[in-house]
């Protein structure tokens, strides 16, 4: 699964599969975010991604994780944008999702395009529901997952951290959620 498209300054940006191969990009790429952006990630004050996280990361389990990154490829070199995975649980109905996107990248619609993929692939494998934490302070990722129909609950965490859930429908369907602009409600047109 290969999603390629242009920004509006006319910038080539992907969404693929993460490879073994990506290690080193990722690890450069988490470098250059700021503490703020790793702070609203991780929750914690974070000053360099450890490499077994990055191996986790680059090495994913196919049955269980589903791991997305966004790039910017100009034709000869490709460099990181954005992260999302999601995690499958034991009992295999949920995942767990995360994203990042880096610091210039955001607010041009690819945590939306991130978020998006993971959806269509819980739904693929027919999970019930997606999920993830987020700090009450992240407005700006409540509101991604809001108009993705997500519902925004309180967390078994404390105040400050919020529960994004989408359930999905008995098909894999959300019940919810947003496609060109349009809230929609059941399948998605064809």
Request: proline letters at 5%.
């Amino acid at each position: 699964m290969t999603l390629k498209w242009r920004t509006a300054r006319g910038i080539q940006l992907e969404i693929r599969r993460v490879r073994p191969d990506d290690t080193k990009m990722l690890h450069w790429g988490f470098s250059q975010l700021s503490r703020e952006t790793l702070y609203k990630r991780f929750f914690a004050s974070v000053q360099q991604i450890p490499e077994e996280l990055l191996r986790k990361v680059s090495h994913p389990d196919p049955a269980r994780d589903h791991v997305l990154l966004a790039v910017r490829n100009d034709g000869f070199q490709e460099a990181p944008v954005g992260l999302a995975r999601f995690h499958v649980s034991p009992a295999g109905k949920r995942c767990e999702f995360a994203l990042i996107v880096g610091d210039r990248w955001q607010h041009q619609g690819i945590g939306r395009r991130l978020l998006d993929a993971l959806v269509v692939e819980a739904r693929r494998r027919g999970l019930q529901r997606i999920e993830g934490l987020v700090l009450a302070e992240n407005q700006e990722m409540i509101r991604l997952a809001e108009t993705q129909g997500f519902a925004i609950l309180d967390s078994d965490e404390g105040p400050t951290i919020r529960l994004m859930r989408l359930e999905l429908g008995a098909l894999g369907w959300p019940r919810r959620m947003r496609y060109k602009g349009m809230e929609l409600f059941g399948r998605l047109p064809a």
